[in-house]
């Protein structure tokens, strides 16, 4: 597995987003996924992302569990500030001082660990300001309990604010073949500019870019992506047909269509590290193959013109106040 620099923090160059084996995508089989994990850094995908609000809470213990004996092959990433009681009801976000030292100490012992490698602020809360929500980060890494901090789902004058008051090692946002805002809203602009690394979640599109779910009817009823406006029988067919223009260039280059998405934006920036979500092994290795796949100048323009920055049609969340903060 290659390597990715993300500010001082080196990871590797595809990591694993953990939500789906806990949360959202269905139901669960937490056997099937510690050995999803365990068998991630067996190949050198060692970039492992959670969140408290995976669950909720269940996915750090999950995740606690996968690395017990391997803490050392690790950079564990964590987040704090989407707010969940333990029936799984939104509380809201929460960006309190107090709230992120207990949440921090919290997460620690789930996880069953004495540091994170990189925690960040899940979603900004536009009621307190981020200098009090940083000014606690801070004191997590002066108190040794993280090491780096990051940030998710903000904006440049937020992420401005924020490394003001102690450096940002990465942004966290959603980006895609068909969620590429952080270009256009200045995000990778203030990144370049800070030395900031880039963590794009959701990189296959949630499992749409792949092209194997033909319809939302495929998924478990409980499954989350039916309420996404892109995946509702209105939009559906037509966003699809972005995935079978990747395919056919996919085809072209013995790979799949997932490959050539996670390589398109392993691409497009050199301090990006995709974590693309699984609850399967084979799909595991398919992606993380994806390093070893090469894009020419003539294929990232194919690439670029067949998914082009707006192309998606529909929201990528029901509810987007949270997001762009």
Same mark, same amino acid.
């Given at each position: 597995?290659?390597?990715?620099?993300?500010?001082?923090?080196?990871?590797?160059?595809?990591?694993?987003?953990?939500?789906g084996?806990?949360? *959202?995508?269905?139901?669960?089989?937490?056997?099937? @996924?510690?050995?999803?994990?365990?068998?991630?850094?067996?190949?050198?995908?060692?970039?492992?992302?959670?969140?408290?609000?995976?669950?909720?809470?269940?996915?750090?213990?999950?995740?606690?569990?996968?690395?017990?004996?391997?803490?050392?092959?690790?950079?564990?990433?964590?987040? *704090?500030?989407?707010e969940?009681?333990?029936?799984?009801? *939104?509380?809201?976000?929460n960006?309190?001082?107090?709230?992120?030292?207990?949440?921090c100490?919290?997460?620690?012992?789930?996880?069953?660990?004495d540091?994170?490698?990189?925690?960040?602020?899940?979603?900004?809360?536009?009621s307190?300001?981020?200098?009090?929500?940083?000014?606690?980060?801070k004191?997590?890494?002066?108190?040794?309990?993280?090491t780096?901090?990051?940030?998710?789902e903000?904006?440049?004058?937020?992420?401005?604010?924020?490394?003001?008051?102690h450096?940002?090692?990465?942004i966290q946002?959603?980006?895609s073949?068909?969620?590429?805002?952080p270009?256009?809203?200045?995000? *990778?602009?203030?990144?370049?500019?800070?030395g900031?690394?880039?963590?794009?979640y959701?990189?296959?599109?949630?499992?749409?870019?792949?092209?194997?779910?033909?319809?939302?009817?495929?998924?478990?009823?409980s499954?989350?992506?039916?309420t996404?406006?892109?995946?509702?029988?209105?939009?559906?067919?037509?966003?699809?047909?972005?995935?079978?223009?990747?395919?056919?260039?996919?085809n072209?280059?013995?790979?799949?269509?997932?490959q050539?998405a996670?390589?398109?934006?392993?691409?497009?920036?050199?301090?990006?590290?995709?974590?693309?979500?699984?609850?399967?092994?084979?799909?595991?290795?398919?992606?993380?193959?994806?390093?070893?796949?090469?894009l020419?100048?003539e294929?990232?323009?194919?690439?670029?013109?067949?998914?082009?920055v707006?192309?998606?049609?529909?929201?990528?969340?029901?509810?987007? @106040?949270?997001?762009?903060?």
């Amino acid at each position: 597995m290659k390597k990715r620099n993300l500010g001082t923090l080196e990871v590797s160059a595809i990591g694993l987003g953990c939500m789906g084996m806990s949360d *959202f995508y269905g139901p669960r089989n937490d056997d099937e @996924s510690i050995s999803v994990i365990r068998h991630a850094l067996d190949i050198g995908v060692t970039f492992i992302d959670t969140a408290d609000m995976y669950g909720p809470f269940t996915n750090e213990i999950l995740v606690g569990k996968a690395i017990a004996g391997r803490r050392d092959e690790v950079v564990l990433a964590t987040k *704090f500030g989407n707010e969940r009681a333990a029936d799984g009801s *939104f509380i809201g976000v929460n960006g309190k001082a107090d709230y992120v030292r207990t949440a921090c100490d919290a997460s620690l012992k789930r996880l069953g660990v004495d540091h994170i490698d990189l925690y960040y602020q899940h979603r900004v809360d536009r009621s307190v300001p981020i200098e009090e929500t940083w000014g606690a980060m801070k004191e997590l890494v002066e108190a040794g309990k993280v090491t780096h901090l990051g940030i998710s789902e903000a904006l440049a004058p937020t992420i401005r604010k924020a490394h003001s008051v102690h450096p940002i090692t990465a942004i966290q946002s959603e980006y895609s073949l068909w969620s590429r805002d952080p270009e256009v809203n200045g995000v *990778f602009e203030v990144a370049k500019e800070l030395g900031i690394g880039f963590v794009p979640y959701s990189p296959l599109g949630r499992g749409f870019l792949t092209g194997t779910i033909a319809s939302t009817n495929e998924l478990d009823a409980s499954d989350r992506r039916r309420t996404y406006p892109r995946w509702n029988d209105e939009n559906f067919d037509a966003n699809m047909k972005i995935v079978e223009k990747i395919k056919a260039i996919a085809n072209e280059k013995s790979a799949s269509a997932a490959q050539i998405a996670l390589a398109w934006t392993l691409a497009m920036n050199p301090h990006n590290a995709p974590i693309p979500g699984t609850r399967k092994i084979s799909r595991l290795d398919e992606n993380a193959a994806a390093v070893n796949i090469t894009l020419t100048a003539e294929d990232l323009s194919r690439v670029n013109e067949a998914a082009p920055v707006g192309v998606a049609i529909g929201e990528r969340y029901p509810d987007m @106040s949270t997001v762009n903060a």
